[in-house]
């Protein structure tokens, strides 16, 4: 299965919109007691979350796991930093790419892969404000070209 396949659990649109992704690279993630069941449950959001390395480990900051309904006393805290799995040679891979000024680590999308919870995670450039507009009409005119395209199908 190629990276990034499986039961998509939550996605983050934003980091598309505000940064241009050159690598992706997907992880294991190390979870407490309830999580995997939330996030069965699809009760997870990445909207701030992000990667940081530590000490020669990557973890997950930011991402929000709402707490089991029926878990009782071994809930978890919600926003607590989490581990992520990766390869010795990834992650001082990683360390060279993101010393280097103006990348960074963001999570693009949650998902389920043989029964395990994997993040995939995308080494990021910032954009500009201008490259945001540029895309804005990229999209737009790619849109206008295929409703002309169908339009002229259906004559």
Known sequence: MPKGAGKTIAQNKKAYHDYSVEDTYEAGIVLQGTEIKS???GRVNLKDSYARIINGEIF???MHVSPYEQGNRYNHDPLRTRKLLLHNKEISKLIGLTK????????LKLYLKNGYAKV???LAKGKKKYDKREDLKKKEAKREVE???RERQKM
């Not at 280097?100 to 999570?107: C, F, H, I, K, M």
Request: hydrophobic residues 50%; without cysteine; aromatic residues 10%.
């Open 39 to 41: 996030i069965r449950n």
């Open 60 to 62: 997950l900051i930011g």
């Open 100 to 107: 280097e000024s103006g990348y960074a680590l963001v999570t």
């Open 120 to 122: 995939l995670v995308g």
């Open 147 to 149: 409703r002309a395209f």
